[in-house]
């Protein structure tokens, strides 16, 4: 395979980023545990430096002998998983630092998660997509357990690694079927073969099952969401705000690419899977989060909920669908981004409050902190007129147009359950006796984050229509 300066510089923002965390890895080693505060704060401008390279220019096309492509999703979507990951690297620091567990190789190691979700992004092929994949699991196992003298830590790690493990292997397992049945790895191969009849198609359907049982299980959808409530919980608070956005964002455009890529002739099929996960998503997320005390995993199961909502526009297999799929996940990334920084900046003693029973009175005492706190909350349960409500909007708008009437009225039913569970939140803030004072926090990016994000779902709500454009771009690469 000869390889063209056209592949190179398509492929620019990669290249950038691997070749900048090889430079800081070094630079790490050399210099030792001094490193860390530059090696930090140089990936985050990295990764941000990254996302500025997706537009500028911007270019379409595939590379590598088509095993990479770049279109208007794919760079939309890059740039969520990028600005994601650089925040989460930045709100980290306090964390880490009081736990006495900052080390370089940690923003390095959420670079490498993010190259790997990158590729899988702009995987055009069955291979590279596993290899992008596994470059972000590899990462991510070691960044779940990278609190090492934490108990809780590593066994979030062993139960993500353990569980991950066997989803890649029925991703691989489906992947070396439908090359079986296709003759091929490729997406122009496959669904070129399912165009014109040579494909088997109950082989590959069994295939492309398999396959989305492992892509299902980066999402957290049902029933492959076992492990996210245990890490999410276990795993430190900076590491579960990075697994709530950017490797969910990054696994489900691959699943939008694949399913409507080549796969779309079998549209009938798979829409029957995406379906059923959906509506189990959307009624687990709402009912298991009802009991919860535990901050972390109350959003674990805040997180299933919304891959429902956002599955249900996939499962419309419209132009709508994508783009109601691409708007909810960017509003869905400021939302959690916003509720992480704000949990993050919540001690008492100087100790992490990880409790729902922890935040009474916390209105009366950190008044400005708890404002924050119910704007988010208000936007994950979808009350108009909030960003969030605009998300689900669209969503249920594209599946009642896709004449998925049942799945569209479910979703409903269950964003009003789910409501209970996000207004409980801003009921103990506000109405509660006051538990023992939330310490006054320093002014630091926990803070600037919370407030921008707050900012930005006050935008998104009062304007959602230029998002909602570019959205439509991202989605219209799918429908020529």
Known sequence: MIVGLESWTLARPELFLAAATALLLVYGVVRGEIATPFVSAATSVALLVTAALLFLPYREGTAFSSLFIVDRLTATMKSMVLVGSAFAILMSRAYFEQAKAWRFEYPLVVALATLGMMLMISANDLMALYVGLELQSLALYVIAAFQRDSVRSTEAGVKYFVLGSVASGMLLFGSSLIYGFCGGTAFVQISGALADGRATEIGVIIGLVFVVAGLAFKVSAVPFHMWTPDVYEGAPTPVTALFAVAPKIAAMSLLVSVLMGPFKPLFAQWQQIIVVASVLSMALGAFAALRQQNIKRLMAYSSIGNVGYILLGVASG???????????????????????????????????????????????????????????????????????????????????????????????????????????????????????????????????????AAFLIAIFSLVPQPLSLIAEAAAKGLFP
Request: net charge positive.
């Open 318 to 452: 419209t132009e709508k669908g994508i783009q109601s799929v691409v708007f909810y996940l960017a509003i869905y990334l400021v939302m959690t981004l916003g509720v992480f920084a704000t949990i993050l900046m919540m001690k008492r003693r100087n100790i992490m409050v990880e409790q729902v029973s922890d935040l009474a009175g916390l209105a009366r005492s950190q008044p400005m902190m708890a404002l924050g706190m119910l704007i988010f909350m208000f936007s994950l349960a979808g009350i108009p007129p909030l960003a969030g409500f605009w998300g689900k909007l669209y969503i249920f708008m594209a599946a009642v147009e896709a004449k998925l009437f049942v799945p569209a009225v479910l979703g409903v039913l269950a964003s009003v359950v789910a409501s209970y569970y996000y207004l409980r939140i801003v009921k103990v803030m506000y109405f509660d006796e006051p538990a023992e004072a939330i310490d006054r926090p320093a002014f630091g990016v926990n803070r600037v984050v919370a407030l921008a």
